[in-house]
Each structure stands twice: as C-alpha cells, then as structure tokens.
C-alpha cells in the first residue's frame, strides 16, 4: 500500500463532496421553480483489482461519482395530471355558463315580462285610458328590446367561446409539438447526466400543461419519451416519439365541435377542451330556449289582439312583429290599437273580456314568464351543481399537487442539513490528503 | 434519502392555498354585508333566486292592483256621491208632490211648483251623466260617452250598456267597477218600464196643466216616486258594499305587501348578526394562519449554518 493511493482516495473524496455540494446549490437555487424535481448525486464505491502472478491484488481508490438521480414519482404525476384535467373540465364549463348566466339575468328578461303583465293588469281598472295605453305600449317595447338584447348578449358568449376554443387549439398543437421534440432529445440524452434531468422535468411540465387543456393518456418507454393519446374514444394519438399529430376542433353551425387528430375524428372527456365543448352546447340550448320564450310572448300577443277589438271599434292588429328573440320588435305605434275589448265590441268599449285573455296567456303556466323562469333554474342549478363538483375537484388536485410536491420538490431543510454533511466531508477528506502528505514526509525523512 | 420529504415548495403552496381560501370567504362574506343581499346571481341559491323572482312578479301585481284598488274606490266613491245627490233630488220631488197633491194650492203654487221640479229633472239627467274622475261615464256601462241622451220631446233614452265590467284587485277577485243605469234609475210600474226621468218629467207636465186634475195626478205620482226612491236606494246599498269590499281589500293587499316583503327578506337578505359572526371568525382564522405562516416560514436551517 502506497501513501500516494492514500492521496487519490482524498482527492476523489474531496472531489465528490463537491460535485454534491455543486447539485444542492442548483437544487437550493430552485427551490421555487414548481416544474424542478430535486437531484442527488450518486456516488459508487472504487475499488481497483489486478491479478498477477496469480495474486489477487486489490487496491482502494476512493469514491467515483455517478450520475445524476432525479426525484421523480410516475403515479402522483399521473394524479396531478388526471385530477388537472377534470378541474380544467369543470371551469371551462362554469366560465362559459356563468357568462350566459350574467347575459340573461343582467338583460332582465324576466322582470321586463313581469312588468308588461303588470301594466296590462293596469290597464283593467280604465281600459280607455290614452296614458295608461300608451305606458302599456313603451312597457311592450322594452320588452321587444330586452328580447333582443339577451339575445346578443348570449350570441356574443357564445361567440367568444367558440373563439377560444379555437385559439387553444393552437395551444394544444404548441404543447405536442414541444413535446415530441423533448422525447427526440431524451433518446440522445445520456443517462444520468444532468441535461437528461432538466428534459424529464420540461416533459412533465409540457404534460401537465397538455392535460389542463385536454385529458390525456401517457404511456412512458425506457428512454422517458412519452406517447399521449387523447383520453376519449376512440383513443387517438396526438404525440408517438417525435411524430406531433395535428390537432383540431371545428366549431359546427349547430354548436356541436367536431374534434380530430389527424383528420381522425374523436371526442374529448376531460380538460379544458371537453368543458368548453359542453358549455357552447349548453348555451345553443338556452338560445333555443329564449327564442322558444320570445316566439310564445309574440304569438300569444298577437293571437289575443286579433280576438278583440281595438279603442277605435275596428278589429285587433299584432302587438309585435318578428318570430324570435332576435328579431321580435314591437310593430304598433299606437295604444288605442291595444285591442281590450272582445270582438264587436263598440268603439271605446270599456269592456276588458281580451285584455283579461291576455293576462292569462301570458301569465300561464306554459306561458313566457312561466318559461323564463323555468330556463334560469335550470341553468342557475346546472351552475351551482358544477360549483359544487368543481370544489370537490380542486380539493382532490390540490392534494395531488401537494403529493408531488412533497415527493419531487426541494426541501430547504433537509438541503441545509447536506451543505452542512457535505461540507464536513469535504474537509474531512482534505484531512485524508493532508495525514498522506505526512506519512510521506515520515518515510522520507527515514534516515 | 427516502423519496418523501416534507418539500419547501409543498409548504408554501398548502400556506397559499389555506389562505387564499380563507381570503375568498372572508371577501363573500364581505359582499353579502356591503349589499346586504345573500344572494348576488342565480346559481348562488337556484331555487331560492326562483322563490324571488316569483315573489318580485306577485309584488308588482300587487303594486298594480293596489293602485286599481284606489282607483275602483274613486269611480265607486264618485257613484256612491251622486246617488246620494239623487236620493236627496228624488225625497225632494216627493215633497213637491206631497204639496202639489194639496187641493188648496192654487194653480200659480202648481205652476212654481212644476218649475222646481222640472229644475231637479235637469240636475238628475246631469247626475246620471256624471263622469268619473278620468272622464268615463259612471253609468253608462261599459260604454263609452254619456250614459242618457234626451230627445226633443224630452224623453230620455239610456244609451249604455247592461254590463259593468269587472276590477281585479286580488288574486282571483274582481270588483265590479259601477252599476249600468237602469239599475239606478229604471224600475217597473205597475207592470209597465218607468223611470225617474219620466215620472219627474211626466208630474211636472201635469202640474202645467196637462191633465184636467193635476191634483189627483201629483197624488197618483207619489207611488212612481217612492219606485224611484226604493231604486236608488238599492243601488245605493250595492254601491257602498262594493266600497267596504273595497276597502277590506286594500287592507289585505297591505297585509300581503308586509308579508311579502317579508319573505323577501328571509331569502334574499343577509342575516347580519349571523355574518359578522362568521366574518369574525373566518378572520381570526386568517390572522392566525398569516401569523403562523409568517413564523413557520422563517424556521430554516439556513439560519443555523
């Protein structure tokens, strides 16, 4: 045994405690960084061995440093991206409803029903009454243009979701694109080093991001790249090696969106994607329903004013013209046109046997204001049940995130705690170098 | 190295979620006591937002009938005044009659006497053409214009119809706005149609002298008077019924007014005592986990080294 292999054993000592010390600094420096997985530098025992003369004949050298191992945890990622994409689900949806929801309430079709009803009811106590016709007529009108503004309003939501789901195809493409370049990369990366390291961590961010935007299936190969499929059926493949399919959604004129990969047409069950897909539909729904709304109030208007007479005698004209929300508009100019009175009746004829009908037209239960209501529940409830879920969701992916956390990220304290190990081992080993050092001095000095 | 460790990043992303939790409690609860309102759009509370919108529809049908309650009340209140003119015009006609009916009075006596009572057929054709206070005829039915017309010969024709026409100022109530004229001035006689018009017109003729006995006529006269009284008086009755239904109505329509503002209150508004409470509380939470966050977060081993 030679004291100079007592030196080699130092140095590699020494040299090792620092490539460590080098990595917790780079793992304290990102700490913050959510996409950083924490490293640890693998170290291996060496030890030479020669056989001569048929002596074996061993020698230690010390310690040799190995690669690089990244904290990493394949089921919490899978988790964080499952649980990502069913909240991306959920608030896509309740973003694009509760917008609709704001365009119905805030136009006030409900409460412009109301108040035509009520000034009809006005009307009873004096059927002739120029003021109260005409109030009666300017009570029609908002209402033709309340119609018509919920109208736009809803158009306008539904319009902007439909560009959004556009636009975050793009996104979509980006994210497989990026993706299929990193698994092209993991292939040459050497194992261990620390580039291979900083590729695992941008692939699962890059999946991560994929998942919000829509759900995802990740089969991992022995390199680490990773093949996506769409989480729908049929499973189309959106990322295989380095090969990006093209992804698309094409909005349809009946609201429903065709999504495809490669022109292969397919759905969607979670993300962002599926969310937004079920709220475009949800608000071609509730345009259906305001027009369905609109033509009621127009035609029950309009059947109850040709039953009944006008102020002047002559038979009822309609009260409105147009044959939905978008098109209704008030086309009498007149209140005495306001046709109260029954068919026959005289000219100004206090009787009010029509404008009793047409209280109870508008007023039954099958009638516009009944509707109305029956649309806002029905969509206030879908709201808060998806509120509800999406609560639920969030609390199960704030969980997940918390998990990988807890298994990939830094901990400060533990990091301190190896500066401080690494750092006594350091000087530990120049100790080695130094006892060798004197060794060598104590044989040399043999006389 | 075990691969769980309690991570830095996953510390301070739980202290973030905590409190950012908290916070938004904090701001709703907030919101519900700088509006006073629990419930700021529908999918807040569905079915209570529901219960509203029902309530905001009976509370403007309640306004409106309210207000043709007060109206109904007005044209009832103007009737029910000039058929009390009338029955004080026809208890005087029958006076005029009682005296006309005296042997002893002279003809000159007859003849002021007819001059009165053709006076207070005049002022009764104007009451039976009184208009309300929105310029309809009381009496003319559901017709429009007035209620009696009057030829050369003075006789007077009604020329309304028999209906009334119905108020509603409840829900399932409706008041019948006045009485259509020959209900208040029109009777049978002896089995012959009669009215007060004809029997005032007709007794005044006679004391001019259109008759060789108007003595005996303005005695034969009084049983047409006492008709004409016995009528108004009817429709006087059915009249002020209407104004005490009326009226008990609009107590009720009061009644209702407070209850359902009432109810509004119990869904919409926000329970302040109970808010400031939960406010109270969910702050206290907040400043406790900012503390201990401030606190924990400045336990490093970096400080040690």
Known sequence: MMPTNLITIGASGARAARASIELTAQNIANAANPDYARRRLNTGELVGS??????HSSAFSGTRIGGVQRADSELFQLRVRDSGSDVARATGELTGLKAAETAIEQSQVYEKLVAFEASLTRLESDPTDRALRTATLESARQLAQTFRFADTTLEDTRASLAGELGARVTDVNVAAQELAKINGELVSAREGS???????????????????????????????TARVTLDGTPALTLVDGTLASTFSAQVNPDNSVTLAVDGVTGTANTG??????????????????LDDIATSAITRANTAQAAGAALDGSAGQPLFSGSDAGSIALTMSDGAGLALAPAGSPAGSRDTGNLGNLIAALGADDGPIAATDRALVSLSSRIAGLDTTREGLVIINESAQADLLAATSVDLDSEAANLVRLQKAFEANSRVIQVANDIFDTILGLR | MSSISNSTGAFFERSLGQMTGLRKSVEKLQTQIATGERIARGSDDPIGASRLRALARIEAQGRTEAENAQALGQD????SKQIEGVVGLLQRVRELAVAAGSDTIGQDGREAIAVEMEQ?????????????LTGSSLFSGTLSGAAYSRDALGNVTYQGNGQSGAVPVAPATEIERGLPGPQVFEFDLSGSPSSAFAV??????????????PAAAARDAIGGIDMALDTVNRSQTVIGTRLAWVESIQV???????NGARQRSDIADTDIADTVVRLQQAMTALEATQAS???????????AI
């Open chain 2, 293 to 303: 966050f401030a606190r924990v977060s400045s336990l490093s081993l970096f400080n």
């Open chain 1, 50 to 55: 020669a056989v001569i003369d048929f002596q």
């Open chain 1, 194 to 224: 620390g580039g291979r390291a900083a590729l695992l961590d941008a692939r699962d961010a890059a999946l991560r991001d994929l998942s919000d935007e829509i759900g995802i299936n990740v089969q991992l190969d022995e390199f680490g």
């Open chain 2, 120 to 132: 207070l057929g005049e002022e009764l054709f104007a009451r039976a053409n009184s208009q309300s």
């Open chain 1, 272 to 289: 962002a994607m599926a969310g937004r897909i079920s709220a475009l539909g949800r608000i071609s729904a509730l345009q259906d329903e």
């Open chain 2, 200 to 213: 005032i017109s007709g007794l005044a003729a006679a004391l001019r002298g259109g008759v060789p006995d």
């Open chain 2, 76 to 79: 009832l209140a103007a009737a």
């Open chain 2, 252 to 258: 009720d329509q009061q009644d209702r007014a407070v």
